[in-house]
């Protein structure tokens, strides 16, 4: 498990980066997600942590929503987002090595 202070700024960055690519000011973000500027800074530079039901506005307020998915299943859920090209053209994750075998 990752040491908390760099999953906080992890989390921070993430909304900071969704917060500007909507055009959105600290204040504006803090306004709809129902706390000050101030707690919203410290959550966003990552030098306090908050509550699930302040993440859950902040995220909505960016038009995110927040979600729990296994451990085992962080790969398969990253590779939905890596870039490929054309000739990969690969699933994701496969429910065993040998799907194809029974085909």
Not at 23 to 38: F, H, K, Y
Not at 74 to 99: I, M, R
Request: charged content about 25%; glycine content about 6%.
């Amino acid at each position: 498990m990752r040491p908390e202070p760099e999953s906080l700024q992890e989390i921070g960055q993430l909304l900071k980066t969704a917060r500007k690519g909507l055009g959105l000011t600290q204040e504006q973000v803090a306004d709809m997600a129902g706390i000050s500027r101030p707690r919203y800074r410290e959550i966003e530079t990552g030098s306090a942590a908050a509550r699930a039901t302040t993440l859950i506005n902040i995220a909505r307020a960016l038009g995110l929503e927040l979600m729990l998915i296994p451990q085992a299943m962080v790969p398969a859920v990253n590779a939905l987002f890596q870039p490929h090209d054309d000739e990969d053209d690969l699933p994701a994750f496969a429910t065993s090595p040998d799907d194809d075998a029974d085909a």
